[in-house]
């Protein structure tokens, strides 16, 4: 199925410095996602005529990232061969997992050196969004302050979390700081989108072996230096072979 093309209007520029380097995480199992990642990563299924992982790519070079560091496990030759003969116009690294996948946080630890120290965008891979007014990416390096942020993530509200089936996952304060994750038998107003900036100094004191970022992200929490950006665009959780077919038509409706 191919996403008819509309006439956009072209969106002011919000400032800030895109960070240079991009880490996709790529490496997932994809279970959610069967039959369709029995034989292909999940990276690798189709939306709308084009792979996810190629929908993020797009935003890539849209808003001036200039490299990417992608980490691979299930089916690592299939993504591996993808990103060596489709991807074009971005430098592309890879971060090898297919020996014991590393979890996000862990995805991250092992490739700190790829990515250099620099504040860094962690996308997954999987991800579909539409940017609103302003290019999504290009909004979150407006916001990003270095003094006191050591975390930025992209969030959107519960009620325009398409597809998604989750209660929310975090609470935030009039000023953006992130105050808190979902409470039991209550509902977070914030859906994290798969999109955030981190800064190198996150990645210190990691547990071994595989873990998620919420580690890092409950320090920075604790710390008041964790934020929150809401997205003013479409958001899709494209999670289950369901949802592509409720996403498609979405997108196909405009």
Not at 39 to 46: A, G, I, Q
Not at 124 to 151: E, F, H, Q, V, Y
Request: proline letters at 6%.
């Amino acid at each position: 199925m191919s996403l008819k093309k509309k006439t956009l209007a072209i969106r002011p520029d919000p400032g800030g410095i895109v960070p240079e380097t991009a880490m996709l995480m790529a490496a997932g199992l994809g279970k959610r996602m069967r039959p369709l990642t029995a034989t292909r990563p999940k990276p690798l299924v189709e939306v709308g005529g084009k792979a996810l992982i190629d929908h993020v790519f797009d935003k890539l070079r849209s808003a001036g990232v200039k490299r990417a560091v992608v980490n691979v496990h299930y089916l690592a030759d299939a993504l591996q061969a993808h990103l060596d003969n489709r991807v074009k116009g971005i430098e592309i690294a890879v971060s090898d997992e297919r020996k014991q996948l590393m979890e996000t946080g862990g995805g991250i630890v092992q490739a700190r050196e790829l990515i250099g120290d620099q504040p860094f965008l962690v996308i997954n891979s999987d991800n579909l969004w539409i940017d609103g007014p302003t290019d999504a990416i290009r909004a979150l390096a407006a916001r990003w302050d270095d003094d006191k942020m050591d975390a930025l993530l992209l969030l959107v509200p519960q009620a325009r979390a398409h597809c998604h089936a989750g209660q929310g996952d975090f609470r935030v304060a009039p000023d953006g700081r992130i105050i808190g994750r979902r409470q039991p038998g209550k509902i977070a107003p914030f859906v994290y989108t798969g999109v955030q900036i981190l800064s190198p100094r996150v990645i210190a004191d990691w547990p071994e072996g595989p873990f998620s970022t919420m580690v890092f992200w409950e320090r920075a929490i604790a710390a008041g230096r964790a934020y929150g950006l809401v997205h003013q665009g479409l958001w899709f959780d494209v999670g289950t072979p369901g949802a592509i077919t409720k996403t498609e038509a979405m997108l196909a409706d405009g």
